[in-house]
């Protein structure tokens, strides 16, 4: 049983769409991150959400942390051929650190 | 910076070897942390340090693993005997006291 389900599982895009992934969970977290992983390397941080409500915006990358700080989702704004990745989203219970299941985005020419 | 340094990158063994997997973190950073991923099961933690000191080893599969960190700058992964369902992408990653954590670039291990 995973903490954190993402969805979808996988997603296959036209460039310049836009598309949200999401990430839920029901425990409550103090902090929930996002990280980007390409393929041979590890994942790379994007950003860090801490407070219930929290919007924080990247470029063309909005994240948000749900309210009761539980979920959060990650909405993409005109994709392109360089946000091809997994996206995994990681949360801390103050006790442990748990990194969800991930979505694996392909964003097409 | 170099970043988190990780060894092998590519590992492949026969089932019974044994295998160790080498990672030196980010200098100054007192968190240290190992993963396994797989396609089935994800992004797993395995063990994390504090301090050169075990914290969580909760995640840590059996017996034949063990991962020590002698000093501040260098910990091990070790698989014995290693079996095939222990082949996937092993990561190290280190953190300061900040959310961030940095990861390595992996050691794919396979074992025949």
């Known amino acids: 049983t995973q903490l954190l389900e993402q969805s979808p599982q996988f997603l296959s895009i036209q460039e310049g769409e836009n598309l949200t992934v999401y990430c839920n969970s029901s425990s409550v977290f103090s902090s929930l991150q996002w990280y980007r992983q390409e393929p041979g390397e590890g994942p790379v941080l994007l950003v860090t959400?801490?407070?219930?409500?929290e919007v924080k915006k990247l470029k063309r990358l909005t994240f948000q942390f749900g309210d009761a700080r539980k979920d959060s989702s990650l909405h993409i704004t005109a994709a392109q051929p360089g946000d091809t990745g997994l996206y995994l989203c990681?949360?801390?219970?103050?006790?442990?650190?748990?990194f969800g299941t991930g979505t694996s985005l392909t964003v097409i020419p | 910076d170099a970043g988190v340094i990780q060894s092998p990158r590519h590992e492949v063994t026969e089932m019974g070897q044994e295998v160790t997997l080498r990672c030196k973190p980010i200098s100054g950073h007192d968190y240290l942390f190992w993963y396994r991923q797989t396609m089935m099961r994800g992004l797993e933690l395995l063990i994390y340090f504090n301090n050169n000191v075990p914290i969580d080893d909760s995640g840590m599969p059996e017996d034949r693993f063990s991962a020590k960190m002698p000093n501040a700058s260098f910990s091990t992964l070790k698989i014995q005997p290693s079996e095939p369902r222990d082949s996937a992408v092993y990561f190290c990653?280190?953190?300061?006291?900040?959310?961030?954590?940095?990861f390595g670039p992996g050691t794919r291990l396979t074992v025949t």
């Open positions: 990653a280190s953190r300061s006291d900040g959310y961030e954590q940095y």
């Open positions: 990681a949360g801390d219970t103050g006790n442990q650190f748990y």
């Open positions: 959400v801490v407070t219930g409500g």
